[in-house]
């Protein structure tokens, strides 16, 4: 049957600004296939707009206490009202992304990136015998001890071991993740090792390290990049319990953990706002970005790919 | 068609068009105006390449397109009745007890987690609304129909733990348990051995005809339907290119697109070489004017580029779709 | 038979996992700061009195010597040392805290199944329906929701408004007799008893507790469902059942009994999870259950209900992971081999 | 004509996981394989035929027996990928699509073994596109990405690919099976070609008969890991003495409705599991000719000249009742030409 995009490639410049454009235009249907992941883009890319911009935006300063209107309920001075020790609970919101977010990116950054690449020279030598799988089965043994930790305690303790700087949070986020991507990474190495074209290229004596670089790593990115952005969002929510806990950012600094743990009190005796409102900026954040690994997902899978443009097709037809 | 002799036609296919919406283009055109005829206890061979619609028919003819297709026009008449116009529930009792299916990859589409004995049962049991027990029994006389080795232990196996060639008899026992009248083999013998594969081709045919079944065998290999099917079928790019009794088909294949099989299964250079136009595949079956085939036809004119040909009936039960057939 | 060696090899594997638990964790949280002996006698405690404790609580040996004790005691008489906040061995605390957490991650699963199964398969069987569509929102707003902060909106709801439930302090109200521990589960051992009394004050105080860790672990189990149960109607098998005209009842139950396992494993996790994980709704609904308890231990560097903690969870999700795997082998010929 | 790759003896088995039991993949096998030369390893699924591939390339550690290159032992130190041999053994697999890296572009691929060999960037590409234009494919789909080929041309990336190097020996793992009929053709006058220009030795994988027929000059049949019997083409196909052979070569049905090639010697039953096999003759369950000898212990190659090899007791008695010992894919051949070439 006809090959459906016949043609040949882009070469040219010209050609590719037309590939782009295509491109392009296929990432607007794409979300107009699946107004979720529009959202989903929209709250990320909101979340970072405010972050940034905060010192403009946000009327009163962050940190700073103003006894006088303590426990002021939402009004036009203050949009979402003050907290206990009178802060503006709206700048702090806007500001507090600078510090959950940086944590959270980072410390899943860091993991994702040792993770991985420990991951794939695990899962490339796995089954190569002798010195290489004993490290490996060592590696595989010491990564079960940590996940059978209890996570949360493990935080904590980690935490008040490196002290509860900004650089020791994202530490312990960071070493926490490591054994999730290094399992993805190990089993994703390990099924695209089999494949025929990595044996092709072994049997023709391509070295190792460019069958890992360049099929075996680009082959398995898919299910990290997804898990990428769930996992960023799982650490935005550990970052904010350890701090609910007392365990993470210290007052004053804006973070919605410790100010949903500031509202804790005042929401037994009616004052809901300083604790429900971060909560809500929390939630939202974390669904923003778990939307967009969803969307990764199923962009990456060329199956779902096709499935999903077979209905962009019909919605285009019944426009035209 | 010469008309039907005694046997009335069970399945009676005109101008079927099926199509997939596919993004920023036209829709791929599976099936272009299918029109098939099969007679009460016929066995038709079905042969094509993959992308023909040889799968697509199949599953139109179950009413089971894969989504996104949909069929664009063209009727499907079942026993006389109208295959689009029966509801659901009407459509579910044909399917499996009147018009059965036998799979190629059974080990693939057999659940793992039931036993086999009781896969069979299943499907005797909703049918033929049997009791358990009864339905059983049924199951076992079908597993020793189709001459399993050792019936009573497969009973209790599940998928994993059988051979291609044992799998594939649970299978014809799943679509024979109901006696079906009309049977759909899609590729049935391709995953198994040479071997193997005679001997499930032999009881096919001999189930087959004991119940006075009719059955349409699609393959991609043309050697069986010379051994196992009344009538051959060509399909290619969606249309039916010829469609004759096997003896007159072989005698005398007049499709250029026929020759061109047979001369690829002959391995003879010099012979392909007479039926065979090198050419860029992405042009393949791309032409929506005049015959599909023309892109690689060696007889091509200038009116089989520009005017469609239609089945034409050469002799008795001998048709093409072809304006300059084969002559000898 | 082929069950009993396999449980037999994983049980040989139990005994070096927990080992390398504990001594991993023993020299992590040996560096948490902090020197006990100045948090029990206070700042004013003169420095010859602090040395006289430190010597004996056995601070003063090698980290290893202290590791070997440990060791020594834990195996040959199950004793994990003794908490200074509580002044009481630590297994005995343990087995007073464990059983509240225990009573609430179980209700609160169990909750979470009840919503996502049925979610799960409805959304897979009616793919273009509202129900699908709800799910899909379902599933990933309840992975977003910070479980803490949820349990105080449901608390402002239906204790500070609506006044439904007791407020969020501990188990029982003050006044209400606890029955006598049997399994330590409230529930369980008030029935055991009798006590009318305190299996309602018990169920009530546990209904915000549960709701919260239901509707959240709802949503990963939820997600797991339909995603399994959707591969599992677009397999081989589902079409050929659909093929063979079986009907889309029996089609639904085949393909739902193939997505058991992975559901089953969602479940476990979250499981091992919350043990450690539920601190927070612990913490929020002052439940004094283990978590808590270990937390505690952190932020005052009491170290032995720390690695006591540890301990009894890494054991608990062993235990876990095993009954997980008898599970596979019940559903799933092809492990059984 | 000298010989490229030699097998003694071997032998091949897999650890069953939790079991002390193994399954005996490949006993006891032996051939060569001359320069310019096809040898098709032909039998069913769980024959070994793929497993004796897979260690010739290094791919898989053989439990016995050894392979030598040029008279040169390879195995677990020296194999394919040391310095003296890469690139003169190389591989073709069934699946095209499989075959390649679905993220990096044809022409990329086809130039990845030269890489190994130290060339240098352009002597690459101008070898890459000398190697396209010899095996067909346009200049454009060096360009374009696997998944916009049809699998005929998949094929003929993943041929390319291989003698780029300028191999003296390609493993060819059942090229054409996953083909369609015309793809298959085009992919077999390809190999035959491509044979003359490089005389390249083929070590042929299939289970495809008619495919073999035309294309190996020597075939070996393989049962159960065994070769029960050996020779030119020409000799099996239309002499064949071992009752598996002719087993065989009996259910292949060829596009002729004329052409029943019905024969006495007919295989009931299953194939037995590798796992336990049997003493004898691993064929003495379902063969007709069974007798004693043949359950007590297994036969030795007997040769019945021209180097035609046959492990079985009775293969006399075969042959006297085996009365019609026309070569049929001849006969077929004949009649196709009559047919097709009448009406051009």
């Not at chain 1, 806007?94 to 940086?102: G, K, Q, S």
């Not at chain 3, 709704?281 to 808590?292: P, T």
């Not at chain 4, 360009?143 to 291989?162: D, K, N």
């Not at chain 4, 049997?278 to 021209?306: H, K």
């Amino acid at each position: 049957m006809s090959n459906i995009s016949a043609g040949h490639h882009p070469r040219t410049t010209s050609e590719r600004v037309q590939a782009f454009l295509r491109a392009l235009r296929y990432l607007l249907d794409v979300l107009r296939a699946r107004p979720l992941f529009a959202v989903g883009y929209g709250i990320v890319v909101g979340v970072v707009v405010l972050a940034i911009f905060a010192p403009l935006i946000a009327p009163y300063p962050p940190e700073t206490a103003n006894p006088v209107d303590f426990l002021q309920p939402p009004s036009w001075r203050h949009l979402l009202g003050t907290d206990a020790t009178g802060m503006d609970i709206f700048t702090r919101i806007i500001y507090a992304p600078r510090i959950d977010l940086t944590i959270a990116i980072a410390g899943t950054a860091i993991s994702a990136i040792v993770g991985s690449l420990i991951g794939a020279t695990v899962g490339y030598y796995q089954e190569v015998g002798g010195v290489p799988s004993f490290f490996s089965g060592f590696v595989m043994r010491s990564a079960d001890v940590l996940q059978a930790f209890p996570v949360f305690v493990f935080a904590i303790a980690l935490v008040a071991i490196f002290g509860q700087s900004l650089q020791s949070i994202i530490a312990a986020i960071a070493f926490l993740n490591i054994p999730i991507y290094l399992r993805l990474m190990r089993s994703q190495v390990m099924s695209i090792r089999r494949m025929r074209f990595v044996e092709a290229s072994y049997v023709a004596g391509t070295p190792d390290r460019y069958i890992i670089l360049r099929h075996v790593i680009p082959n398995s990115m898919a299910p990290v990049l997804a898990q990428l952005s769930v996992n960023i969002g799982w650490s935005v929510l550990l970052t904010a319990g350890l701090s609910f806990v007392g365990a993470g950012v210290v007052a004053p600094t804006p973070e919605w953990g410790s100010m949903i743990a500031m509202g804790f009190q005042n929401i037994i005796t009616g004052q809901w706002w300083p604790s429900v409102f971060p909560g809500i900026a929390l939630a939202v954040t974390v669904f923003g970005f778990a939307l967009v690994g969803a969307s990764i997902e199923v962009l990456a899978d060329p199956a779902r790919r096709r499935a999903m443009a077979g209905t962009m097709r019909q919605r285009r037809t019944k426009e035209a | 068609m010469a008309e039907n002799s005694a046997a009335g036609t069970i399945l009676n296919i005109e101008g079927l068009n099926v199509s997939y919406p596919v993004y920023e283009t036209d829709p791929v055109r599976a099936l272009r105006g299918i029109d098939l005829k099969v007679r009460e206890g016929e066995i038709i061979g079905l042969v094509g390449e993959s992308g023909s619609g040889k799968t697509t028919l199949a599953r139109s003819i179950m009413q089971l397109i894969s989504r996104p297709g949909r069929v664009d026009s063209g009727r499907i008449e079942y026993d006389g009745r109208d295959l689009a116009t029966l509801g659901e529930e009407e459509l579910r009792a044909l399917r499996g007890n009147d018009i059965a299916m036998v799979i190629p990859n059974p080990r693939t589409e057999l659940n793992p987690l039931v036993t086999v004995g009781m896969q069979i049962a299943n499907v005797a049991r909703y049918h033929l609304s049997l009791p358990r027990k009864e339905a059983k029994k049924m199951a076992m006389a079908m597993l020793e129909a189709v001459q399993i080795p050792d019936p009573t232990r497969r009973f209790k196996a599940y998928p994993h733990e059988l051979s291609g060639g044992m799998a594939q008899r649970v299978v014809m026992a799943i679509a024979l348990i109901c006696s079906p009248r009309f049977i759909i083999s899609d590729d049935a013998t391709s995953g198994l051995d040479v071997t193997v594969q005679t001997q499930v081709l032999e009881l096919l045919q001999d189930l087959v005809q004991q119940q006075g079944a009719s059955m349409l065998f699609i393959t991609r290999d043309i050697g069986i339907t010379a051994h196992y099917c009344h009538q051959v079928a060509i399909i290619y790019a969606g249309e039916i290119v010829e469609l004759a009794s096997t003896q007159n088909f072989f005698d005398n294949p007049q499709h250029p697109y026929s020759v061109m099989l047979l001369s690829a299964f002959s391995h003879n250079p010099k012979l392909r070489g007479l039926w065979t136009k090198v050419v860029d595949a992405a042009l393949e079956g791309a032409a929506e004017s005049g015959c599909y085939f023309a892109a690689r036809c060696v007889r091509a004119s200038d009116k089989c580029r520009a005017e469609h040909p239609d089945m034409r009936e050469m002799t008795d039960a001998h048709s093409v779709r072809c304006h300059h057939p084969v002559e000898r | 038979m082929r069950v009993v060696r396999y449980i037999g090899k994983r049980m040989l594997f139990i005994g070096p996992q927990l080992f390398g638990i504990i001594l991993v964790s023993f020299f992590l949280v040996k560096l948490i700061p902090g020197d006990p002996a100045v948090m029990m006698l206070g700042p004013l405690a003169t420095e010859a009195t602090l040395t006289e404790l430190r010597n004996e609580m056995g601070l003063n040996l090698s980290l290893v010597e202290q590791f070997y004790i440990y060791i020594k005691n834990l195996v040959l008489h199950g004793d994990l040392g003794r908490s200074w906040q509580t002044t009481r061995p630590v297994t005995e605390d343990l087995f007073l805290r464990m059983p509240a957490t225990l009573e609430l991650i179980t209700l609160g699963l169990i909750l979470g199944l009840l919503i996502g199964v049925p979610l799960g398969v409805g959304a897979a069987y009616l793919k273009r329906g509202i129900l699908a569509k709800f799910s899909d929102y379902y599933g990933l707003l309840a992975g977003a929701l910070p479980d803490f902060w949820l349990a105080l909106v449901l608390i402002f709801f239906f204790y500070t408004i609506l006044g439904w439930v007791p407020p969020p302090l501990g188990r029982l109200d003050f006044f209400t007799i606890a029955p006598p521990t049997v399994t330590g589960a409230l529930l369980i051992d008030s029935l055991l008893d009798g006590n009318w009394a305190a299996l309602g004050s018990a169920a009530g105080h546990l209904i915000l507790p549960v709701v919260t860790l239901g509707l959240i672990s709802g949503g990963p189990i939820l997600k797991m469902t339909q995603s399994t149960m959707d591969r599992m109607l677009e397999s081989d098998y589902s079409r050929y059942e659909e093929m063979c005209g079986l009907p889309k009842s029996i089609i639904i139950r085949h393909a739902l009994r193939n997505s058991l396992p992975s559901v089953v494993t969602i479940v476990s996790v979250l499981y091992g999870f919350l043990i450690g994980g539920a601190v927070l709704v612990e913490i929020v609904f002052s439940w004094g259950g283990a978590g808590q308890y270990a937390v505690q231990g952190v932020l005052n560097a009491d170290i032995n209900p720390v690695l006591g903690f540890v301990f009894f969870a890494a054991v608990l999700s062993l235990i876990i992971y095993l009954i997980v795997d008898l599970i596979y082998f019940a559903i799933d010929p092809r492990v059984r081999g | 004509m000298s010989v490229v790759l030699s097998v003694q003896n071997l032998v091949q088995h897999f650890p069953i996981a939790g079991s002390r039991s193994v399954v005996q993949a490949v006993n006891n096998v032996s051939f060569t394989v001359a320069r310019g030369e096809t040898l098709s390893l032909v039998g069913e699924s769980g024959s070994g035929k793929t497993t004796v591939g897979r260690c010739i390339l290094g791919l898989i550690d053989p439990t016995g027996g050894d392979i030598s290159f040029h008279g040169e032992k390879i195995g677990k130190k020296h194999n394919v990928r040391s310095r003296g041999l890469r690139g003169k053994i190389q591989l073709v697999f069934q699946e095209p699509a499989e075959s390649l890296d679905p993220r990096i572009r044809i022409g990329v691929t086809i130039g990845e073994p030269l890489r190994s060999l130290g060339e240098k960037r352009e002597d690459r590409n101008k070898r890459v596109r000398e190697i396209a234009r010899r095996v067909g494919l346009s200049e454009d789909a060096l360009y374009q990405y696997p998944a916009e080929l049809s699998a005929g041309q998949q094929q003929r990336v993943g041929i390319a690919r291989a003698i780029i190097t300028d191999p003296e020996l390609i493993v060819l793992d059942e090229p054409t099976s996953a083909l369609d009929p015309t793809a298959r053709a085009e992919i077999i006058d390809l190999l035959i070609r491509l044979q003359k220009e490089l005389n390249t030795a083929y070590l042929f994988i299939s289970h495809d008969l008619s495919t073999v027929r035309y294309l190996s000059h020597r075939v070996a049949v393989m049962y159960l890991g065994m070769i029960v019997e050996q020779g030119s083409a020409q000799d099996i196909f239309s002499r064949p003495r071992h009752p598996y052979s002719i087993g065989l070569l009996s259910s292949v049905l060829l596009p002729n409705p004329n052409l029943e090639r019905r024969s006495e010697v007919s295989l009931q039953g299953e194939i037995p599991s590798p796992i336990d096999l049997p003493e004898g003759c691993y064929l003495a369950s379902r063969c007709p000719f069974v007798e004693a000898e043949c359950n007590a212990r297994m036969p030795d190659a007997d040769d019945i000249g021209g180097g035609h090899l046959v492990h079985c007791f009775k293969h006399r008695n075969v042959i006297d009742e085996e009365k019609a010992t026309l070569d049929y894919f001849e006969r077929f051949q004949e009649e196709a030409e009559k047919l097709l070439i009448s009406g051009h």
